[in-house]
């Protein structure tokens, strides 16, 4: 069973552009949670989506969004990118909700601001 | 707030000993708890995940264990390899996943 792919593996950006980036999640699983990583605040949660639906979201500003398609594949956005946006943007899948079901990581989408 | 937290940023450990990575979690709604690993340019990866009913569980290598009284959770790592150098993260799991700080784990030869 193939893993969870995300494209594109590094993006590098300007301030005040926006980004998309792509998450296909294992077949089967129908959430697909993201998180951003930094090194000074750690794997820190973006929002849950599951069966199309945002489930859950955690403390971002507006900037961040996200969506899920009826295939489960999923897409977040950031608009007007600042430079503290550079992270390690990574996806998770899971059969069941994200808090009570194992998470599935891809290797993220390094997005660098300058 | 909430919070999942571990009490060690970093740990050595000599290659054939045991290592045990501790967290500390403050949400005592959570019920479920995970152990991730994550090696540099990859995601992080399942190592082992125990439900609030139980106090310990066992994998291949590795057992972790919940002091629900405390709100406390551990992994032990039996005769550590180098290739288990990495990140270890705990997670809870009650409306959604939330993650501690990482511990890094390094195995000397």
């Known amino acids: 069973k193939a893993g969870v792919t995300q494209t594109p593996r590094y993006l590098i950006k300007t301030r005040g552009q926006q980004v998309t980036l792509s998450c296909s999640p294992i077949s089967g699983h129908r959430s697909v949670s993201w998180y951003q990583q930094t090194p000074g605040q750690g794997l820190q949660f973006l929002f849950e989506?599951?069966?199309?639906?945002?489930?859950n979201k955690g403390n971002f500003p507006g900037r961040f969004s996200g969506r899920q398609f009826s295939n489960s594949r999923s897409e977040m956005n950031v608009s007007t990118l600042e430079l503290g946006d550079s992270a390690l943007y990574l996806c998770a899948s899971s059969f069941g909700v994200g808090g009570n079901s194992p998470l599935h990581f891809g290797n993220g989408t390094r997005l660098t601001v300058t | 707030g909430e919070s999942v937290g571990l009490h060690l940023p970093t740990l050595s450990v000599q290659e054939g000993d045991n290592s045990i990575i501790n967290c500390a979690y403050s949400n005592s709604a959570s019920d479920y708890f995970i152990w991730y690993k994550q090696e540099s340019g990859k995601g992080p990866q399942f190592i082992i995940d125990?439900?609030?009913?139980?106090d310990k569980r066992q994998g291949q290598r590795v057992t972790v264990l919940l002091n629900k009284t405390v709100k406390h959770l551990s992994l032990q790592i039996a005769a550590t390899q180098p290739g288990d150098s990495a990140v270890y993260f705990c997670a809870e799991g009650s409306n959604d996943m939330r993650f501690g700080a990482g511990t890094r784990l390094t195995v000397k030869p």
């Open positions: 989506y599951f069966s199309e639906t945002q489930r």
């Open positions: 125990i439900r609030s009913n139980m």
